[in-house]
């Protein structure tokens, strides 16, 4: 299926609302399954922001009671290039010493992103670390890393929509698609 975007750029979909939908109850009861305390969620800004409230919800339904802080980054980029930068646009407020924390985010593409997040939050003192990304590319790695739960293996296009974009648009589709070239 294709649908007509703005500005007439046809977005193809990859996977549907009702798939991501199935796919975040299991992972929720798989994140649940591991019975950590005092779970600390954090989601990596921006492209995650979709994701992680369906995820969130997710693990309430599989009965957890997760806190939640916010961390974002950049990934430098030109235009649908990782160009190997990872920046703090924005960190997180609570004290993650101690604490079991599920990492959130979008996509596993060089793996820099989520390196550097789990890097800064074991520097940190956390007691153990879990991520959770909703994508991941695995011929594109540039760094050795992995998530421990992935909710769909990806092919190396570029995607947009659930939270993702390109040049800040389509962040707001149900869908993840690519555009169609
Ligand atoms: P990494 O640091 O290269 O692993 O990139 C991770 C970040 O780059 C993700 O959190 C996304 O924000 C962004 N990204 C990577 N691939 C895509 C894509 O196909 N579409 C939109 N954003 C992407
Ligand atoms: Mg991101």
Request: charged share 25%; proline share 3%.
């Amino acid at each position: 299926m294709t649908i007509a975007a703005s500005e007439a750029q046809a977005i193809e979909v990859v996977y549907t609302a009702e798939a991501i939908a199935s796919r975040i109850e299991a992972l929720a009861e798989a994140i649940a399954a591991l019975r950590l305390d005092g779970l600390l969620a954090v989601p990596i800004l921006t492209g995650s922001f979709v994701f992680a409230a369906d995820l969130l919800r997710g693990l309430h339904r599989a009965g957890l009671t997760p806190e939640v802080d916010f961390m974002s980054m950049s990934s430098y980029r030109k235009g649908t290039r990782s160009i190997g930068q990872v920046d703090i646009l924005r960190d997180m407020q609570i004290d993650v010493a101690g604490r079991n924390v599920l990492i959130i985010d979008d996509i596993l593409d060089t793996g820099r992103t989520l390196a550097f997040a789990k890097d800064l939050i074991a520097a940190r003192g956390a007691a153990r670390i879990v991520s959770c990304v909703l994508l991941e590319k695995k011929s594109r790695r540039a760094v050795a890393v992995d998530a421990d739960f992935v909710a769909f293996d990806c092919p190396p296009v570029f995607v947009v929509g659930y939270g993702m974009d390109l040049a800040n648009r389509y962040r707001e589709l149900p869908f993840v698609g690519k555009v169609a070239d």
